[in-house]
């Protein structure tokens, strides 16, 4: 089987931000045809400036945290580029900083609207498409702290384990028709995200090293591979699984 994109379509969400742009990019140098999809607009444009990928590419601005702005997205790759076939539910946020009897309510749930019901409504708004169409490939990003926890990240690793919870039931109830379900699992990589906790909390990114045997961080390029890999027939018979690309993380 091979791993090439060619002639797949693919949509990658929160596509302006580290993961998301990089693995925009891989996925063209695979060959597929991308929709970037970002909250953000001049994050997403920064990314197709970035790919620099012609007619491969295209950026519409979507809000995971919204149907009918998921819905349009899907819609927008199909009339673009016929199909969909590679979705990578990536964008998310973070929240660092409170123990958890000090996080609000409000805090909680924004966590969990977007890293979690994101990915539900994520997946809501692409499996009909994909039903259609015969099948198709989700990715989720999910992270070491789907399968792990650390201090001050309650609303964070709770929607992360959530995520990995969402891919096995989707996995379950649609591999059969097609669509293999499967969650990425990013260890610390060098991010904007990451930069932002190094600003409030200097000094995090040396402690995170020491959780990473692999003596370094990751970069979006390590975790973008994992992701057309999944997306290619090379993975023919991966659904319901969890890849961790984490630098050994989990193995602590
Ligand atoms: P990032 O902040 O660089 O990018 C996230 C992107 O998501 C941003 O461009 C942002 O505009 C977008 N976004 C936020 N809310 C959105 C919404 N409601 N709708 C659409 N887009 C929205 O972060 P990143 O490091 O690239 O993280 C990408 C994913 O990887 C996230 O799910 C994150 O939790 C996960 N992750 C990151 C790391 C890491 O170390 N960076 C580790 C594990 C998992």
């Given amino acids: 089987m091979s791993n090439s994109l060619d002639g797949k379509v693919a949509l ?9 742009r990089e693995t925009a990019k891989v996925l063209v140098d695979h060959g597929a045809r991308v929709v970037v999809a970002d909250l953000s607009e001049d994050a997403g444009n920064g990314t197709l400036e970035y790919i620099d990928g012609g007619d ?6 979507a809000d995971v945290t919204d149907l009918a702005s998921m819905q349009h997205l899907v819609q927008a790759a199909v ?5 969909l076939d590679i979705a990578h539910n ?17 805090q909680f749930d924004k966590v969990i609207a977007v890293n979690l019901t994101g990915v539900f409504i994520s997946m809501k708004a692409e499996i009909p498409q994909m039903l259609a169409q015969g ?8 992270s ?26 989707a996995a379950v109830e649609y591999s059969d028709k097609g669509i293999r379900v499967n969650a990425v699992l990013p260890g610390v990589i060098q991010t904007p995200m990451i930069d932002a906790l190094e600003e409030t909390y200097p000094g995090f990114k040396d402690a995170l090293l020491t959780k990473h045997p692999i003596g370094r961080l990751g970069t979006p390029h390590d975790i973008a591979e994992m992701v057309a890999w999944l997306g290619s027939d090379a993975a023919a018979f991966a659904t319901g699984s969890q890849f961790a690309v984490d630098g050994g993380y989990l193995a602590i």
């Fill in 12 to 20: 990658v969400t929160g596509g302006g931000g580290g993961i998301g």
């Fill in 90 to 106: 990536n964008a998310g946020i973070e929240l660092t900083g409170p123990d958890l009897a000090d996080v609000t309510v409000e």
């Fill in 135 to 142: 099948g198709g490939s989700i990715i989720n990003t999910a």
């Fill in 144 to 169: 070491s702290l789907g399968q792990s926890a650390i201090a001050h990240q309650s609303a964070y690793v709770t929607s992360k384990h959530g995520v990995i919870g969402l891919t096995r039931a």
């Fill in 56 to 61: 491969a590419v295209a950026f519409v601005r």
């Fill in 79 to 83: 009339d673009r580029y016929g199909r």
